[in-house]
């Protein structure tokens, strides 16, 4: 069960005056009891919180696919966990305020599993993947409990590489600021559509980045 099926029993208590005419968060709600009648319901995101585990493992070995679970370079040497995670709230934070007010507040958690961005050596060369991959589930706001199942999204998309990428740094666009600006998109489609966010086919490094 992924985060689009939410639980009913969630909704017990909500009152509900209609859809809203701005575009917010909705999410198709399979209702098993009779109790409630909508077909949708809004969400409020309250409060974004990323973590990312300290379980997963650095790489700071200049090559062209390193192991580990974190590969982050743009920012000084350092706390690579709270690198990554300001990195990602600051996305899905994005995302999340473009949405405007729902009617059912709701926190959302967000654990990263994987933050791969590019090395010095595959960033002026041949280019790649970020490969970004996270555990999203929805709390209500008011006592906590979960209301969906955690969802693995695969927020995979292609990095610039060589000339490409240089062109694009001397206009400010960082790697930091495309990875901000893709989370804000993944989110959005996570939480408004019932299919949530599907990944593009990224041909070999997107299969190599499944590993």
């Not at 694009?168 to 989110?187: D, F, M, S, Y």
Request: aromatic letters at 8%.
């Amino acid at each position: 069960m992924n985060i689009r099926r939410l639980t009913a029993i969630a909704f017990f208590g909500l009152a509900v005056a209609g859809c809203s005419s701005t575009e917010t968060a909705t999410r198709e709600i399979p209702l098993e009891t009779a109790a409630i009648s909508p077909d949708q319901v809004s969400l409020d995101v309250k409060q974004v919180r990323v973590s990312v585990p300290k379980t997963l493992t650095v790489s700071e070995a200049n090559r062209y696919y390193p192991g580990g679970d974190i590969v982050w370079r743009e920012d000084p040497l350092g706390d690579r966990h709270a690198q990554v995670q300001a990195i990602v709230a600051a996305g899905i934070q994005e995302g999340v305020d473009a949405l405007g007010t729902g009617q059912y507040p709701v926190i959302l958690d967000v654990q990263v599993t994987r933050f791969h961005a590019l090395t010095e050596k595959a960033r002026y060369t041949t280019g790649g993947v970020h490969s970004i991959k996270f555990y999203v589930m929805l709390r209500d706001a008011k006592t906590g409990q979960p209301i969906s199942q955690p969802d693995h999204v695969e927020a995979d998309f292609r990095a610039l590489g060589g000339q490409a990428a240089v062109q694009a740094e001397n206009r400010g666009i960082t790697q930091k600021v495309r990875i901000t600006k893709h989370l804000a998109q993944v989110i959005q489609q996570e939480l408004t559509t019932n299919e949530g966010y599907n990944a593009k086919n990224l041909g070999f490094y997107g299969v190599l980045n499944q590993f």
